[in-house]
Nanobody, 121 residues
Framework: QVQLVESGGGLVQAGGSLRLSCVASGSFFSINAMGWYRQAPGKERELVATVPSGGSTNYADSVKGRFTISRDNAKNTVHLQMNSLKSEDTAVYYC???????????????WGQGTQVTVSS
């Protein structure tokens, strides 16, 4: 089983910054991709940014140039630095991890409990 615990959410004024962190723990062989998704009230969950174990990052167009995803493979941790926040960034942010087995076999997709980010205008 894999547990993901997020931290760093909160209330910030428009133009401000927040840094989200997510730590993966439990029994697993390896994590392939890690990422952040968000869900605003009345909307579907959407991708914010992802980072594979070895490769280039991927960002939603709406956050390019403002958000930066980073990963520490040794600590099974992923961070999301959010700058120049806008009111439309208000949402619950979820951490995601794609876990694989020893041969690269897909094991599962795991989610954190979510952390609220509220940007006041």
């Amino acid at each position: 089983q894999v547990q993901l615990v997020e931290s760093g959410g909160g209330l910030v004024q428009a133009g401000g910054s927040l840094r989200l962190s997510c730590v993966a723990s439990g029994s697993f062989f390896s994590i392939n991709a890690m990422g952040w998704y968000r869900q605003a009230p009345g909307k579907e969950r959407e991708l914010v940014a992802t980072v594979p174990s070895g490769g280039s990052t991927n960002y939603a167009d709406s956050v390019k140039g403002r958000f930066t995803i980073s990963r520490d493979n040794a600590k099974n941790t992923v961070h999301l630095q959010m700058n120049s926040l806008k009111s439309e960034d208000t949402a619950v942010y979820y951490c995601n991890a794609i876990v694989v087995g020893g041969t690269g076999r897909y094991v599962g997709s795991y989610w954190g409990q979510g952390t609220q980010v509220t940007v006041s205008s």
